[in-house]
């Protein structure tokens, strides 16, 4: 699942493919904003990224794509 998330001061977001449900991710972002921790993730390609959790400006949670193959339009 692809989810952006949005960094005060920051001129990009961040882009993770992650493996986590959509219930499960959300749990870990809310539990982290809520006690003002570092959010901890894990991408699909298995490398770590910190956020702290009180400088996340947004955070968009992308759907599931299963065996996606082919071009977008």
């Known amino acids: 699942m692809e989810v952006k998330i949005g960094v005060q001061n920051a001129p ?3 882009v993770l493919d ?3 449900s959509q219930e499960e991710f959300e749990k870990t972002v809310t539990e982290a904003v ?3 921790a ?3 993730l894990t991408d699909a390609k298995g490398r770590r990224v910190l956020v702290p ?3 996340i400006a947004y955070v968009e949670i992308g759907r599931d794509v299963v ?3 082919g ?3």
């Open 18 to 20: 992650i493996e986590m």
């Open 67 to 69: 065996g996606a193959v």
């Open 38 to 40: 570092v959010l901890p």
């Open 34 to 36: 809520d006690s003002d």
């Open 71 to 73: 071009f977008h339009v």
């Open 12 to 14: 990009r977001e961040l």
């Open 53 to 55: 959790a009180a400088k």
